[in-house]
């Protein structure tokens, strides 16, 4: 899909974030947030943005500029290797038109330009198909499965996807 783009998060964004926090997006992450937990979310996208934490984007398309999803990455380090985690969601709606794998790709440039040494991964719960799906097809590699505690207090058996970097830039 030609017509998605990416919007670095703004201060306009809060109503996005509000949308993407229903119940049938959030069954993988622990459930829908508070209100005040969605403050802090809206307030850390910004905040990722200022101080160089992360890169968080409202998905957007000519028809819906306010926003149709949410896609990111910040970095991470898993066991000594730096990687960059990627994380998304797309408005019910909206779903199923290719939107969040023409996101991913633009999100895949965004982190190659950021660090192109660094790779990318994904760690959607074993269980959500759609994600695992877009991972595979996007050209990540599964890792492996891993226990993640998200949100606090629930561990859950998560895929490791790895984008691994491009190969000129670890030469």
Known sequence: MSDVSLRPWSDDDLDLLRRTNAPELTANLGGPESDEQVATRHERYL??????????????????PEGVGAIGFWPRDEGGRALFEAGWTVVAAHQGHGIARAALDLLVAEARAADPARALAAYPRVDNEASNALCRRAGFVLEGVEEFEYPKGTWLASNVWVLPPEADATA
């Not at 905040?47 to 819906?64: C, E, K, L, N, V």
């Open 47 to 64: 905040r990722g943005w200022r101080d160089g934490s992360s890169q968080m984007y409202a998905i957007t398309t000519p028809d819906h």
